[in-house]
């Protein structure tokens, strides 16, 4: 299989704070990877410099074999990665329909349109339920399902996907992931990080460990299952 | 030694949401203790209780054998209770002295600065902290690290005889979090108890004797590190539930 998503020697700062520290890291095409690390581990800022959020200090980020860091996001949304953000940053006073039609935007087929549609609708029918209701009243996991729909409906190539189990009910959780699982099987490649260590290794075929920046372990979800050091990373001893 | 600060089924509700509940623990003098937990885990809010900056719903606070409960945060520091923030607050246009100073004014401060002089006092404290260089300069143009330790020098300025410190070590590079280990160590020896709240916990784990865990917002472990870190709904709070870590 071929890389979709190549990340060489990337670097990070927050003025002096060092947040990435050379990442290499390859995704191939249909996979379901996972970053996971504790708090601060720099999770979330590899998220946001790959989809453009942030520009990395160093380093070079390769789509499709095409050179994408530096590009402002809503380019980088335009070539099929789309970002569903932590804490999921809905519209909250739109209605869960427009929500979605606002994560279709760079879709200029009607018909691809309807298709992403029913799909959404057909993975999580509660949304399809409560369509017309304000996304602001929606609880934890239904807005958690909705920035999901979102992200997923410009139909992208890749999904980056920040926490989506953050604050969520374990029953809850379970629901999501089963989604995120579908979706994958429809083919979009997706990154996944999660705190959550052992939620991500349920449903990630390759994990890597992030720490303080570094990446310091991967492996399968199997080989990393029983080592200790997850343990001690996230503990600290 | 003395039980300092003892802590009674405290519950703070914030809303529907309870981040703090029936939560209950004690302090002894002298004593250098952890508190660790999960993002959200009410770690802050914890300390916003102790500190009078949030009021609890219920439960109760003594310190030294005052209830504290509810006081404002201004009383409690006169009593003896200082702390720091996550997110560092200074007065961005006092020099560092002049900072510290302020704190060198407060009641249980003015003791000691009535003795040596207010400004001998906030140089020795700028001196234990490493920034007595800087003391003319004000704190906007520092560096995240020395911020920190400034932070720890207003605490210390109003002579707390227990210091409550929230994430110490949050941003900062692997020097400098060294460097406030050290000064953090060398106020415990100076005998001030020490109550420190981290998520990234490296550092703590190896630092303190005794740590108590937390997770959505309830007690889950009172222990050494080594325990805590293998309690196995420790490790469910930070890893997740599944087979294989515990």
């Known amino acids: 299989?071929?890389?979709?998503?190549?990340?060489?020697?990337?670097?990070?700062?927050?003025?002096?704070?060092?947040?990435?520290?050379?990442?290499?890291?390859?995704?191939?095409?249909?996979?379901?990877?996972?970053?996971?690390?504790?708090?601060?581990?720099?999770?979330?800022?590899?998220?946001?410099?790959?989809?453009?959020?942030?520009?990395?200090?160093?380093?070079?980020?390769?789509?499709?074999?095409?050179?994408?860091?530096?590009?402002?996001?809503?380019?980088?949304?335009?070539?099929?990665?789309?970002?569903?953000?932590?804490?999921?940053?809905?519209?909250?006073?739109?209605?869960?329909?427009?929500?979605?039609?606002?994560?279709a935007y760079t879709l200029k087929n009607?018909?691809?349109?309807?298709?992403?549609?029913?799909?959404?609708y057909e993975v999580f029918p509660r949304l399809k339920e409560?369509?017309?209701?304000?996304?602001?009243?929606?609880?934890?996991?239904?807005?958690?399902?909705?920035?999901?729909?979102?992200?997923?409906?410009?139909?992208?190539?890749?999904?980056?996907?920040?926490?989506?189990?953050?604050?969520?009910?374990?029953?809850?959780?379970?629901?999501?992931?089963?989604?995120?699982?579908k979706i994958k099987q429809e083919g979009t490649t997706t990154l996944l990080v999660?705190?959550?260590?052992?939620?991500?290794?349920?449903?990630?075929e390759n994990?890597?460990?992030?720490?303080?920046?570094?990446?310091?372990?991967?492996?399968?979800?199997?080989?990393l299952k029983n080592e200790p050091r997850i343990k001690e990373i996230y503990l600290g001893i | 030694m003395g039980i300092i600060l003892e802590v009674k089924n405290l519950t703070k509700k914030f809303g529907g949401l309870t981040a703090v509940n029936d939560f209950s623990f004690e302090i002894k003098r002298g004593e250098f203790i952890g508190l660790?937990?999960?993002?959200?885990?009410?770690?802050?809010?914890?300390?916003?209780?102790?500190?009078?900056?949030?009021?609890?719903?219920?439960?109760?606070?003594?310190?030294?054998?005052?209830?504290?409960?509810?006081l404002r945060p201004y009383k409690i520091v006169n009593l003896g209770i200082a702390r720091t923030f996550q997110l560092v607050r200074s007065f961005k246009f006092l020099s560092l002295l002049e900072n510290v100073e302020v704190?060198?004014?407060?009641?249980?401060?003015?003791?000691?600065?009535?003795?040596?002089?207010?400004?001998?006092?906030?140089?020795?404290?700028?001196?234990?902290?490493?920034?007595?260089?800087?003391?003319?300069?004000?704190?906007?143009?520092?560096?995240?690290?020395d911020l920190r330790k400034l932070q720890i020098g207003k605490a210390i300025g109003t002579n707390p005889e227990l210091l409550l410190l929230d994430e110490p070590f949050s941003g900062l590079s692997f020097e400098e979090q060294l460097g406030i280990t050290d000064l953090i160590k060398k106020l415990h020896e100076d005998g001030v108890t020490i109550f420190i709240t981290g998520h990234v916990l490296r550092e703590l784990m190896t630092l303190v004797p005794r740590v108590i865990a937390m997770h959505q917002g309830k007690f889950i472990a009172d222990s050494s590190p080594q325990e805590v870190a293998n309690n196995k709904i420790v490790l469910e709070a930070y890893l997740g539930k599944g087979e294989g870590f515990a």
Do not use: W
């Open chain 2, 36 to 70: 660790i937990g999960p993002n959200g885990a009410g770690k802050t809010t914890i300390f916003n209780l102790i500190s009078g900056f949030e009021k609890p719903s219920s439960g109760s606070i003594r310190f030294d054998g005052i209830d504290i409960t509810g």
């Open chain 1, 194 to 204: 999660e705190q959550d260590a052992s939620l991500a290794m349920e449903v990630a």
């Open chain 1, 1 to 103: 299989m071929k890389d979709l998503l190549e990340l060489k020697k990337i670097y990070h700062y927050y003025g002096k704070a060092r947040a990435l520290e050379e990442i290499n890291l390859k995704i191939e095409e249909n996979a379901l990877d996972a970053v996971i690390g504790p708090n601060g581990a720099g999770k979330s800022t590899l998220l946001r410099v790959i989809s453009g959020l942030e520009e990395p200090d160093r380093g070079k980020i390769d789509f499709y074999g095409e050179r994408i860091d530096g590009m402002k996001a809503h380019k980088i949304a335009k070539k099929g990665i789309s970002h569903c953000p932590e804490r999921r940053r809905l519209f909250y006073d739109l209605n869960v329909e427009d929500n979605i039609k606002m994560g």
């Open chain 1, 110 to 120: 009607r018909e691809k349109y309807k298709e992403m549609k029913d799909f959404v």
């Open chain 1, 207 to 223: 994990i890597h460990l992030l720490e303080e920046g570094k990446i310091v372990m991967r492996g399968t979800a199997e080989e």
């Open chain 1, 130 to 181: 409560r369509r017309k209701q304000r996304a602001g009243t929606l609880s934890g996991g239904e807005q958690q399902m909705l920035a999901l729909a979102r992200s997923i409906m410009s139909n992208p190539k890749l999904l980056l996907l920040d926490e989506p189990s953050l604050g969520l009910a374990p029953k809850v959780k379970k629901k999501i992931f089963d989604a995120i699982e």
């Open chain 2, 103 to 145: 704190s060198c004014l407060s009641k249980r401060g003015k003791e000691v600065s009535k003795k040596i002089g207010t400004e001998e006092y906030a140089s020795s404290i700028l001196t234990a902290i490493g920034l007595v260089d800087k003391a003319t300069i004000p704190p906007i143009v520092l560096p995240h690290g």
